[in-house]
Every structure is written in structure tokens, then in C-alpha cells.
T-cell receptor, first 115, second 115 residues
Framework: EAGVTQFPSHSVIEKGQTVTLRCDPI?????LYWYRRVMGKEIKFLLH????????ESGMPNNRFLAERTGGTYSTLKVQPAELEDSGVYFC?????????????FGPGTRLTVL | AQSVTQLGSHVSVSEGALVLLRCNYS??????LFWYVQYPNQGLQLLLK??????LVKGINGFEAEFKKSETSFHLTKPSAHMSDAAEYFC?????????????FGKGITLSVRP
């Protein structure tokens, strides 16, 4: 069974540009999460989808970030326009259920560098 | 609000030595507790988790952790370190009540193993 995949693995863009990150969850997982780790800091929650609906987007830093999950399958996270402080590693995770006991399976992350 | 403290950013042990990685949490209600590991160029992998039941939890690769409510701790141990254990380790919590299923992480700690 394929795990969570993320594309691209690395992205280097200039301030003001737009970047779109993609996450493909494990097949059959209704729950999809985005997290971010800024250099030297802890991994922080961004948002949670249940199928195509946003269940919790309390961690989204500002309106430059837009997450979508069309059809409840893969998800994209767009940053527009990108700022220097957006640099970091963006992780995606998926789980079958949204129970607190359920394991979240993580992808390898996308390393975003904004110059 | 919940928080996780992992003291220090780096631990170095000799091969065959005891591994002890500390994790303390802050929460009004005891949360569910998780340890994840990230090997180079890979995603986060669940090592073990505590939800209910026995407070000593065994995970993959010979790791175990003990939930101590009185000390608000969930320290990770392994009796004998192996070179392949070199990685970054993250302690995380999730609420044990309510509908919030997001993970709150500590800053992570890098384990080096000396030959």
C-alpha cells in the first residue's frame, strides 16, 4: 500500500511568487492534515480536512495560504504571494478516522525556500 | 492549550548504550501521547503511542515509553542503541476529549549514535 506522497520534494521561489504544494493521502483515508515546520521550531498544525470539507483551519497563518481538497482525494496548499517567513518544511498526514486515538501517517514533506 | 517540552536539541550516545529521550507535556486533562521518528529524507513514522490501558508502551525497533501522569511525562527509552537509530525524534500530544484531533509537537531532538 502506498504511503502519503507529497510533491514537489523541494521548491525554491522568490518572494512574491506563488507556489502550490500537493499531497496525496493513503487511499481510503478521509482525513487529511497539513502541518508546517519552520527552521528551528516545532511542527505546527495548519488545517484538517474531512473528505473535501475543512474541519479545522485554525492553524492557517493568514489569507495568503489557500488549501483545497477537490473531490476528497488529493489536496493542494497554495501560497500566494510567498513571503520569506513562509520558508520551512510542509508536511501532509492522513488518517482513516479523526479519532484522537487514530494514527496519522505522514508524508516526507515539501521543503519550501523563499528567497 | 496543550504544549510539549523536549529539553535539548541533540543527544549523542555510544552504540550499545541506553537511549533516553525526555518528553513532558502540559495539559489540563491527560492527553493521548505519541512518539514519532524522522529518518533522513523520510516522513515522520509513528514509533509508539499511549491512549489508554497499560502505561508502559512498547513500540517498533525496540523502543518503549512510559506515561507518568504525576510527572506529566512520556519519556522514550531503548536499552541498547544501534547505529540505525540515528534520527530526529518528536514527542506529540492530542486531546483525549472533544473533537480536536490535531497533533501538538515538541521541538524534536536529534539522536546521534557513536560507533
Amino acid at each position: 500500500e502506498a504511503g502519503v506522497t507529497q510533491f514537489p520534494s523541494h521548491s525554491v521561489i522568490e518572494k512574491g511568487q506563488t507556489v502550490t504544494l500537493r499531497c496525496d493521502p493513503i487511499s481510503g483515508h478521509d482525513n487529511l492534515y497539513w502541518y508546517r515546520r519552520v527552521m528551528g521550531k516545532e511542527i505546527k498544525f495548519l488545517l484538517h480536512f474531512v473528505k473535501e470539507s475543512k474541519q479545522d483551519e485554525s492553524g492557517m497563518p493568514n489569507n495568503r495560504f489557500l488549501a483545497e481538497r477537490t473531490g476528497g482525494t488529493y489536496s493542494t496548499l497554495k501560497v500566494q504571494p510567498a513571503e520569506l517567513e513562509d520558508s520551512g518544511v510542509y508536511f501532509c498526514a492522513s488518517s482513516q478516522n479523526s479519532l484522537s486515538t487514530d494514527t496519522q501517517y505522514f508524508g516526507p514533506g515539501t521543503r519550501l525556500t523563499v528567497l | 492549550a496543550q504544549s510539549v517540552t523536549q529539553l535539548g536539541s541533540h543527544v549523542s550516545v555510544s552504540e550499545g548504550a541506553l537511549v533516553l529521550l525526555r518528553c513532558n507535556y502540559s495539559s489540563s486533562v491527560p492527553p493521548y501521547l505519541f512518539w514519532y521518528v524522522q529518518y533522513p529524507n523520510q516522513g515522520l513514522q509513528l514509533l509508539l503511542k499511549y491512549t489508554t490501558g497499560a502505561t508502559l508502551v512498547k513500540g517498533i525497533n525496540g523502543f518503549e515509553a512510559e506515561f507518568k501522569k504525576s510527572e506529566t511525562s512520556f519519556h522514550l527509552t531503548k536499552p541498547s542503541a544501534h547505529m540505525s537509530d540515528a534520527a530526529e525524534y518528536f514527542c506529540a500530544v492530542r486531546p483525549s476529549t472533544g473533537a480536536n484531533s490535531k497533533l501538538t509537537f515538541g521541538k524534536g531532538i536529534t539522536l546521534s549514535v557513536r560507533p
